[in-house]
């Protein structure tokens, strides 16, 4: 069964930074594309920044110079390292993969995981 697990949600204060974590798990053969999204309360799931397979990268507005996305190929695990935090910041952060293909061949045309919570707060 594949899965992806976030890790590494936390409170931190304005002008901080962190770095939350997403570990692809299972019989994985390839994924090409893996990213972040949030969802802050009352509000809809926004993306934050995606990865290829090949390195590409990009980031939505809210991210663009403040976030940075880097992916572990051989190990399934993207990083969005979130730098000069602010209150707004604060939010659920989904991590994402699509297409991702199995070793029994089976495709997941996206899959997501559960999310991990980041408070940005004084």
């Known amino acids: 069964q594949v899965q992806l697990v976030e890790s590494g949600g936390g409170l931190v204060q304005p002008g901080g930074s962190l770095r939350i974590s997403c570990e692809a798990t299972g019989n994985i053969r390839s994924i090409n594309a893996m990213g972040w999204h949030r969802q802050a309360p009352g509000k809809a799931r926004e993306m934050v920044a995606g990865i290829t397979d090949g390195g590409s990268t990009v980031y939505g507005d809210s991210a663009k110079g403040r976030f940075i996305i880097s992916r572990e190929r051989d190990k399934n695990v993207i990083y969005l390292q979130l730098n000069s935090l602010k209150p707004e910041d604060t939010a659920v952060y989904y991590c994402?993969?699509?297409?991702?293909?199995?070793?029994?061949?089976?495709?997941?045309?996206?899959?997501w995981g559960q999310g991990t919570l980041v408070t940005v707060s004084s």
């Open positions: 994402n993969g699509v297409p991702i293909l199995t070793t029994d061949g089976h495709q997941y045309s996206e899959l």
